[in-house]
């Protein structure tokens, strides 16, 4: 470790390299972690993922809020444009912006980069385990109530049986979709621009209708993925404050009593 520490102090610029890296180690390892570990629970998890849709469409129908196939029902027959503007909304507006977002943070707000990407660390975490022990058919495979708008109206390509083998099609429970568009909605609302501050309110809300009109996620997986983002949130800050107060008390508390050793801060 101390022989690591002082090659890049010797060229700076490997240190560099390895922090980018060291980023894009971090998304590899994650797009593993979400391709396969999928099976890690249930040996036949294809079987489980449409029984829980089942167990999903009773339990919505249950509170009386199973509006999904109402919704895409009218969208449908009343305004066509609009079910093709939330499919292309669903695929261009999420991780087009994700990555630009998330670049722009890397390269003029390190700090700032580290925070949002240590919430979709832990979020991404969370949905992680969740994709395993509660694998989830999406709406557009539930025939019996929905249709795959993608694949009627285009662009199929995107539910092609290629492009299925890059994603896994039962996590759907809770949205990632949703949950990291919330997160990117608040972190808009936090700039001075008025502009971002309007995409801030705009951007969540169009995802969530591009995510149930289109049949991908059921409204309990919006509802999901909120409660993560929210949790998300809670554990980073929680953390932070344990690295950054919990010190600085201590060292109060130590100099206080005289000692004249403090902890890092």
Same mark, same amino acid.
């Given at each position: 470790?101390?022989?690591?520490?002082?090659?890049?102090?010797?060229?700076?610029?490997?240190?560099?390299?390895?922090?980018?890296?060291?980023?894009?180690?971090?998304?590899?390892?994650?797009?593993?972690?979400?391709?396969?570990?999928?099976?890690?629970?249930?040996?036949?998890?294809?079987?489980?993922?449409?029984?829980?849709?089942?167990?999903?469409?009773?339990?919505?129908?249950?509170?009386?809020?199973?509006?999904?196939?109402?919704?895409?029902?009218?969208?449908?027959?009343?305004?066509?444009?609009?079910?093709?503007?939330?499919?292309?909304?669903?695929?261009?507006?999420?991780?087009?912006?994700?990555?630009?977002?998330?670049?722009?943070?890397?390269?003029?707000?390190?700090?700032?980069?580290?925070?949002?990407?240590?919430?979709?660390?832990?979020?991404?975490?969370?949905?992680?385990?969740?994709?395993?022990?509660?694998?989830?058919?999406?709406?557009?495979?539930?025939?019996?109530?929905?249709?795959?708008?993608?694949?009627?109206?285009?662009?199929?390509?995107?539910?092609?049986?290629?492009?299925?083998?890059?994603?896994?099609?039962?996590?759907?429970?809770?949205?990632?979709?949703?949950?990291?568009?919330?997160?990117?909605?608040? /972190?808009?609302?936090?700039?001075?621009? /008025?502009?971002?501050?309007?995409?801030?309110?705009?951007?969540?809300?169009?995802?969530?209708?591009?995510?149930?009109?289109?049949?991908?996620?059921?409204?309990?997986?919006?509802?999901?993925?909120?409660?993560?983002?929210?949790?998300?949130?809670?554990?980073?800050?929680?953390?932070?404050?344990?690295?950054?107060?919990?010190?600085?008390?201590?060292?109060?508390?130590?100099?206080?009593?005289?000692?004249?050793?403090?902890?890092?801060?």
């Amino acid at each position: 470790m101390a022989t690591i520490r002082f090659t890049i102090k010797r060229y700076p610029l490997l240190g560099v390299w390895l922090s980018h890296f060291f980023e894009l180690g971090i998304v590899a390892g994650g797009y593993f972690a979400y391709m396969y570990t999928k099976s890690l629970v249930f040996s036949d998890f294809q079987t489980t993922a449409f029984n829980n849709a089942w167990r999903v469409i009773k339990f919505e129908s249950d509170l009386g809020i199973f509006w999904e196939p109402v919704m895409q029902a009218w969208a449908i027959d009343s305004a066509k444009a609009m079910v093709v503007f939330f499919n292309w909304a669903y695929i261009v507006t999420f991780w087009p912006i994700i990555l630009t977002t998330a670049v722009i943070l890397y390269f003029t707000n390190r700090t700032k980069y580290r925070y949002y990407r240590n919430v979709v660390l832990v979020s991404f975490a969370i949905a992680v385990v969740a994709f395993m022990v509660f694998p989830l058919a999406p709406p557009r495979m539930m025939a019996l109530y929905f249709i795959d708008t993608i694949q009627v109206f285009g662009p199929s390509e995107y539910a092609s049986r290629e492009m299925v083998n890059y994603f896994n099609a039962f996590a759907a429970m809770p949205s990632l979709h949703f949950a990291w568009t919330v997160m990117f909605g608040l /972190l808009f609302l936090k700039t001075p621009y /008025l502009w971002l501050k309007i995409l801030g309110v705009i951007y969540p809300t169009m995802t969530f209708f591009a995510i149930t009109i289109t049949a991908n996620h059921y409204m309990t997986d919006a509802l999901g993925g909120g409660l993560v983002i929210l949790s998300s949130y809670l554990i980073v800050e929680i953390g932070f404050k344990r690295r950054f107060f919990i010190p600085q008390i201590a060292n109060r508390v130590r100099r206080r009593n005289g000692s004249g050793t403090s902890l890092p801060v």
